[in-house]
T-cell receptor, first 116, second 115 residues
């Protein structure tokens, strides 16, 4: 069965600090897909990134970067020079290639609070 | 704005009642998904429809049902409502028929409060 664990429930930082969100996943499938979503205080879920299991390249998008390590089953997310607008709950999610349909299994989320 | 629309935004009802949540996917998307977000259970997958047919079922109660219509919009019906059904219900959509595990884009959600 697939499982996603986000051990950090809440992280509080001061603006301009870097913050890293941990995500550890479990799956028996050899092909799978990992995602990060952001849920700001307004409540919607915003897609940030998708990573395939066969592509271990790290990715950077502006102040956001992602570190995918298959050996440790982790897909961590770093916000560099955090801003108040980064305050949100961030979810890591997993989808297995062999599973029927396209079910996303989410972690419990990490609430990030960026103080001015 | 993801392009996925959900109505209503808020719904307040009483225990034992029945409600219908509506979702319109992004233009061209063939798949629709429903998720429930509650404080105790987190974000849980309920059901996936592709082009009108059910593709996968998750932790969806028997009191809940869904369907996807020919115009691809979807409805989630919740009946015999209980206090514990109070949650944020999300709809998501995705497109590529050849890529079963395509990225899902979420709507703004419907917040259901059962009193």
């Amino acid at each position: 069965a697939q499982k996603v664990t986000q051990a950090q429930t809440e992280i509080s930082v001061v603006e301009k600090e870097d913050v890293t969100l941990d995500c550890v996943y479990e799956t028996r499938d050899t092909t799978y897909y990992l995602f990060w979503y952001k849920q700001p205080p307004s409540g919607e879920l915003v897609f940030l990134i998708r990573r395939n299991s066969f592509d271990e390249q790290n990715e950077i998008s502006g102040r956001y970067s992602w570190n995918f390590q298959k050996s440790t089953s982790s897909f961590n997310f770093t916000i560099t020079a955090s801003q108040v607008v980064d305050s949100a709950v961030y979810f890591c999610a997993l989808s297995e290639a062999r599973a029927a349909g396209n079910k996303l299994t989410f972690g419990g989320g990490t609430r990030v609070l960026v103080k001015p | 704005d993801s392009g996925v629309t959900q109505t209503p935004k808020h719904l307040i009802t009483a225990t034992g009642q029945r409600v219908t949540l509506r979702c319109s996917p992004r233009s061209g998307d063939l798949s629709v998904y429903w998720y429930q977000q509650s404080l105790d259970q987190g974000l849980q997958f309920l059901i996936h429809y592709y082009n009108g047919e059910e593709r996968a079922k998750g932790n969806i109660l028997e009191r809940f049902s869904a369907q996807q219509f020919p115009d691809l919009h979807s409805e989630l019906n919740l009946s015999s409502l209980e206090l514990g059904d109070s949650a944020l219900y999300f709809c998501a959509s995705s497109f590529k028929p050849g890529l079963d595990k395509d990225t899902q884009y979420f709507g703004p959600g419907t917040r259901l409060t059962v009193l």
